[in-house]
């Protein structure tokens, strides 16, 4: 396993996340294999493909009304020839000022790579929620929480008493 094979993942995966959050998404599908699977949402959303991928992210989250935050850290990768795996530490945030919509949560993304005429590339894609927690933008007041694949709590919380 070569350190430079590390250095070069790690920088694949930062320039996934940076481009994301700037929306340049057909960029960001240079990174991916054709190939590539994607599983968000603790897997709930699902994508084959490299154009399929791109197309997603642009419907949800082309809207210039939609700021995201997504920073990976404390990456453990591991390199076997021309493929490898990646875990990372997922801290994100979506700010949607119209619909008076924040979201903040964290999670582990899980990836695989393959090393295609000497570039890494993204094979796979995806992460496991650890929690995600909704607030109104204008007065930060949490609406709900969810804690992994659990059902998300609302608030305030219909078994709270009147007034508290």
């Not at 599983?39 to 700021?67: N, W």
Request: proline share 4%; net charge negative.
């Amino acid at each position: 396993m070569a350190p430079d094979d590390i250095d070069a993942i790690c920088r694949l995966k930062y320039a996934y996340f940076r481009l994301l959050d700037q929306k340049r998404f057909n960029e960001l599908g240079e990174l991916l294999t054709d190939d590539v699977t994607t599983s968000y949402q603790s897997g709930d959303m699902r994508q084959s493909g490299r154009a399929a991928v791109v197309e997603f992210l642009e419907k949800s989250l082309g809207d210039p009304g939609i700021v995201t935050m997504h920073t990976g850290h404390h990456p453990e990768v591991d390199v076997s020839g021309s493929t490898a795996t990646g875990r990372w530490y997922l801290e994100d945030r979506v700010i949607v000022p119209g619909a008076d919509f924040a979201l903040c949560g964290t999670a582990i993304y899980e990836d695989r790579y393959v090393e295609v005429d000497g570039t890494w590339r993204i094979a796979h894609t995806g992460y496991e929620r650890i929690y995600e927690e909704h607030r109104r933008y204008s007065t930060g007041a949490v609406t709900s929480v969810r804690i992994g694949r659990g059902d998300a709590v609302t608030f305030p919380h219909p078994d709270a008493p009147a007034g508290g």
